[in-house]
């Protein structure tokens, strides 16, 4: 086995890879600072989404431990989307595309132990029996097994070209084999393999990260974090203002004019805001009520009102950061025809943890009222929400989506979303011929075929107005004028890289 001081050096030669960082706001700042100074200062970060499933990296949790810089799988997005060399340095596909030999590059767990193919078989295996399954594997079967000390092979039920992306996804993250030791369970502090590594946790308010200084991709110039989880927009705003967080994510649109506009950082994203239509149960099992509710809707209202221009009306399912999007993008075939809604009563949902969502519900509510709904709203925030938007509650939800989070793979997402198997189908959408479109797309190896295949699935979807697109969302951090080195990621999964600074 290679030595520590081997892996150390190579690590310092390479560049090094953004990962996102999370922790907690821990004692006094002041001291913190001086701890830190002689050795890269803390940062102070404020977080917009608390964990909801104690760090399991099988759900949501899992983005929240990605852009903390805590955990990584065995490739990442790269800024192209597709999938480049992390805790795996290159791999090959064999049996016809039905398994992968993944070589492992000499890296080391946060609790001292090496990464080894039966660890990482470990791990995988341990969410291909997750359930539910991650949303980077549903209606996927995935297996590994060990060949040799440094190779893995990882093996599908059919063919599978977008493996490589998949296993990007932070819910197919690595974590020691002492994280398992519990069934059901992954422990996640202290054995990930990421450049900070999440040491304390309080309750789903904060966290701390220390500097993980074995990290492969090269020592992190920070000493680590102190994060606090804190929904209110305008909360994290003001203490970006005051200059008691280093960084603040997702800032809200109301707050953008007031902050020092060197401070605020904003990019296009991949993400999306949708209203889903309720398609298994209640008013919108009626497609003409569907199309009534589609044509309600002045997507220009949200985009310049709500969003205050820091968005833009939506097209379809892929936005302005993917550029083939557009180009790509076909005709939905005949809809229905809208029917009068005649006063029917619905319910609509959405959570206020992005704190132009219940602003964009009283749109909503307004334009559908006025073409004859009845509606009335249900806010909350997320973690209150979730399972109930899951469990089909509610006849409408408005929900905002990162279309490519889940593996970078448009195919992926759509099988996720809009399948009858799919874990996060908000629409509860279960339609054959959708079926046998996302599992044609899933056959195409080749990136522009696997797009071209993508768009035919969008436009087959918004032909059964399940789901109405209102807005491409623009994503604005809030960065503190001494800070440096602070990826703006249209993918959401980094928030603090090795070279971040202050």
């Known amino acids: 086995m290679r030595t520590l ?81 992390a805790l795996a340095e290159s791999w090959s596909s064999e049996n016809h595309g039905r398994s992968w030999v993944f070589t492992l590059r000499d890296a080391e767990f946060q609790d001292g132990g090496a990464v080894t193919a039966q660890a990482v078989a470990t791990a995988l295996d341990a969410a291909g029996r997750a359930d539910p399954a991650p949303s980077a594997i549903s209606g996927v079967r995935i297996t590994a097994e060990a060949v040799g000390t ?72 920070a000493s680590g974090i102190d994060a606090r989880f804190v929904s209110d927009g305008t909360a994290r705003a003001n203490a970006l203002r005051t200059g008691d967080v280093d960084i603040a994510e997702a800032l809200p649109v109301a707050q953008l004019a007031s902050l020092d506009k060197d401070t605020v950082k904003e990019a296009d994203t991949a993400r999306n805001l949708s209203l889903h239509l ?14 009534a509710a589609r044509e309600a809707i002045d997507t220009s209202v949200i985009a310049e009102d709500v969003y205050e221009g820091h968005a833009e009306p939506a097209e379809g399912l892929y936005g302005p950061a993917l550029n083939w999007a557009s180009d790509k993008r076909v005709a939905p075939p005949g809809r229905a025809k809208a029917t009068a809604p005649g006063g029917r009563s619905i319910t609509l949902a959405t959570y206020n943890d992005r704190p132009e969502l219940p602003e ?63 874990s996060y189908n908000m629409s509860f959408l279960c339609d054959k011929d959708i079926g046998e479109l996302v599992a044609a797309a899933r056959t195409e190896s080749d990136t ?55």
């Open 5 to 85: 001081r081997r892996r150390l050096t190579a690590g310092l030669l390479l560049t090094p890879l953004l990962s996102g960082c999370f922790a907690s706001s821990g004692g006094d700042a002041s001291s913190s600072d001086a701890a830190g100074s002689a050795d890269g200062a803390r940062l102070r970060v404020a977080l917009a989404f608390a964990p909801t499933e104690n760090y399991s990296p099988y759900g949501q949790d899992a983005f929240t431990l990605s852009r903390l810089g805590v955990s990584e799988g065995l490739t990442r997005l790269d800024a192209n989307g597709t999938a480049a060399p």
């Open 150 to 221: 440094d190779r893995v092979r990882v093996s599908t039920g059919a063919p599978d070209p977008a493996l490589p992306l998949r296993l990007s996804n932070p819910s197919l993250a690595v974590f020691s084999p002492k994280a398992y030791a519990k069934k059901g369970t992954v422990d996640v502090v202290g054995t990930a393999t990421g450049p900070f590594e999440l040491t304390s946790t309080t309750g789903d308010t904060a966290a701390s990260l220390d500097r993980f200084d074995a990290y492969w991709g090269g020592r992190a110039q």
């Open 278 to 291: 309720n398609t298994a149960s209640g008013a919108f099992t009626d497609a003409g009520l569907r199309a």
């Open 360 to 422: 964009a519900a009283q749109v909503l509510q307004q334009q559908l009222q006025k073409a004859g709904f009845t509606v009335e709203l249900e806010v909350r925030t997320y973690a209150r929400l979730e399972s109930d938007l899951l469990a089909g509650k509610f006849d409408a939800s408005i929900v905002s989506r990162n279309m490519l989070l889940d593996t970078g793979d448009p195919v992926t997402v759509l099988g996720s979303d809009y399948t009858c198997g799919g």
């Open 448 to 502: 522009a075929e696997r797009q071209d295949a993508s768009m035919a699935v969008e436009a087959a979807v918004l032909g059964t107005d399940a789901v109405v697109p209102l807005v491409h969302l623009k994503v604005a951090t809030g960065i503190g004028t001494s800070v440096r080195g602070v990826p703006l990621d249209p993918y959401e999964r980094t928030l603090v890289g090795t070279g971040t600074r202050r």
